[in-house]
């Protein structure tokens, strides 16, 4: 009998080396599981994105990042507003009404596809093949657009054109118009883009 039994400083020796391996596994584990977590970026991106447009001067343009995508901010001269009306006859989808659930939310779908006339409000993707159209807002003739040109934007990929509210004219490649992100004004010069919900 006295040959099975473990002595107590042996015992305690197994305890101590058994709960160092425990917590020296956990230890070990720790930094390895955090990993999976998503980066405080990340989370970041794929959240809504406060925007102050305070500073924007008619004309002009700012782009935000939102869930990885590029979201313009324009301020329209009342010039460029003015031209609105008078390409809907150029345009494929005028009143925004192809995926409107898709592409416009309710709050969008008017002449200015925006909350705002003024302050337009857009995911600067082609509708394509998801390129980055550039910017053409000076209005006339200028290489790879026509002498009417309105003013708008223009995929350097295959040519296609959209307006001052992100409606794209008609035979181009571009299916659609440029997405209108869900947004709304915290104040008058505060925006969320990313969420659309009063609490």
Excluded at 3 to 32: E, H, L, M, N, Y
Excluded at 143 to 152: C, F, K, T, V
Excluded at 189 to 199: E, H, M, N, Q, T
Aim: aromatic fraction near 8%; hydrophobic fraction near 35%.
């Amino acid at each position: 009998m006295s040959d099975q039994k473990i002595d107590s400083g042996k015992r305690t020796w197994i305890i101590a080396s058994g709960c160092a391996g425990v917590v020296g596994t956990a230890a070990a584990a720790i930094p390895f599981v955090s990993s999976f977590e998503p980066s405080e970026r990340a989370r970041a991106e794929g959240g809504p994105v406060e925007v102050d447009v305070s500073a924007l001067k008619p004309g002009e343009k700012m782009t935000v990042k939102w869930r990885g995508k590029p979201v313009w901010l324009i301020k329209r001269t009342p010039e460029q507003l003015a031209e609105l009306p008078k390409v809907d006859a150029e345009l494929a989808d005028p009143k925004s009404l192809r995926k409107p659930d898709e592409l416009t939310p309710v709050y969008a779908r008017n002449e200015y596809r925006s909350r705002k006339p003024d302050l337009l409000v857009v995911v600067g993707i082609c509708t394509h093949l998801g390129c980055s159209p550039g910017d053409k807002f000076v209005p006339g003739p200028q290489p790879s657009l026509p002498n009417d040109w309105p003013g708008g934007f223009l995929c350097p990929c295959h040519g296609s054109t959209f307006d001052m509210a992100g409606r794209v004219f008609k035979d181009k490649p571009a299916p659609d118009n440029l997405e209108v992100p869900p947004y709304m004004y915290l104040t008058d010069s505060r925006l969320v883009i990313g969420d659309d919900k009063k609490a």
